[in-house]
């Protein structure tokens, strides 16, 4: 006879750890890992880092993002030794050489994406195994307001809909096979939309920093039904950087303040009209704009893919970093 499952087993088996395939790190575990980093900061880089402009904490570059360095640098060289693998299986059939490592970083609007990519790129180039790192934003590859108004997409701005991502994604698999020179289109927040005649052209890079708020949704179907490949399947490893909706929301009209004071008071400026009115009227806009559009596209796009990334960063609210989740199977 199967004798009953007793209390004690079942609260054993209760409280058996389900299997995962990320490791949790807090911040000090994360950061007592700086010490396997064999790479340390000069005061005179210390410097460099501040002139991005960014109002980065010098503690938290240390603690979090030059070990998220060296460990992208074990990453870079552990693809590069796959790759020789597969060149070897490959023989003349198609092998290839000098394919660039390509890093996606996902996350709200205003959580921080573009700081976090610029420090990786700073940080990145100091490795002398890989000193060519560019930085690219995917708001190059959204619609033109003109094409947005046709589709009825002006308050749209962000969602997946609005951009040329099958553009996007030629774009990313150019670099990754190795073309000498692939260029991109290039967006102004100044007038809000692309700008005509100009682009961006990326060189063979060491690695590639993808920046974006749709960086990590899935391939649309094509036609046929079939799946495609997109964009985030050409990265080698991805970030999200998160943070509760309410810093979120907190922070993007902290730089819609800053702006008004600012970038906006260029008369080409798309918000010049903001810097005219009082600053309750100009923030209250601008929470419309986080209610209306920048919200819904976390909630319903952004969010939801942050389960693909192959490192999580959860910030506090003041942007500091409290955990981390790496994916590790
Ligand atoms: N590590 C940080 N420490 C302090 N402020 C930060 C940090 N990262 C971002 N910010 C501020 O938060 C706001 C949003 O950051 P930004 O990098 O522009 O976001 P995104 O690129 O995701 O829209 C900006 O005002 C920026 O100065
Ligand atoms: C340009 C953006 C869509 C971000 O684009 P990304 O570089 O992430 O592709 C975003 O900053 C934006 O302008 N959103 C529209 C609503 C707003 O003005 O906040």
Do not use: C
């Not at 600012?262 to 601008?286: H, I, L, M």
């Amino acid at each position: 006879m199967i004798s009953p499952v007793s209390p004690i087993s079942r609260s054993a088996h209760r409280h058996k750890p389900e299997a995962t395939p990320y490791v949790d790190l807090t911040r000090a575990e994360w950061s007592a890992l700086r010490d396997k980093t064999p790479l340390p900061l000069t005061a005179e880089e210390v410097e460099k880092l501040r002139g991005l402009g960014d109002v980065i904490d010098l503690d938290e570059v240390r603690d979090i993002y030059l070990p998220l360095s060296r460990l992208l640098n074990l990453y870079v060289g552990a693809t590069d030794g796959l790759r020789g693998a597969l060149n070897t299986f490959l023989g003349e059939q198609g092998s290839q050489s000098g394919t660039p490592f390509v890093i996606g970083v996902a996350g709200s609007v205003a959580v921080g994406k573009s700081t976090v990519a610029r420090l990786l790129q700073a940080l990145l180039s100091r490795w002398p195994e890989h000193p060519r790192v560019e930085l690219v934003t995917t708001d190059g590859f959204l619609l033109p307001t003109r094409e947005l108004e046709t589709r009825g997409l002006m308050s749209r701005k962000g969602f997946p809909e609005s951009y040329d991502r099958r553009a996007l994604t030629r774009f990313v698999a150019d670099i990754k096979a190795g073309k000498d020179e692939v260029t991109a289109p290039v967006y102004s927040h100044l007038i809000y939309d692309i700008v005509p005649d100009r682009r961006l052209t990326v060189r063979r890079p060491d690695i590639l920093i993808v920046e974006g708020l749709n960086v990590l949704q899935p391939a649309l179907p094509g036609q046929d039904g079939r799946t495609r490949v997109g964009l985030a399947d050409y990265f080698d490893f991805s970030v999200y950087v998160d943070a509760s909706t309410e810093d979120i929301e907190r922070w993007y009209l902290n730089r819609f303040r800053k702006l008004r004071a600012t970038a906006f008071q260029n008369p080409d400026s798309y918000f010049r009209k903001y810097t005219q009115v009082s600053e309750d009227d100009a923030v209250d806009y601008a929470r419309g704009l986080w209610r209306t559009i920048n919200k819904p596209n976390l909630v319903e796009n952004i969010a939801p893919t942050r389960g693909r990334a192959t490192l999580v960063v959860r910030k506090g609210p003041d942007h500091k970093v409290q955990r981390l989740r790496l994916r590790k199977l």
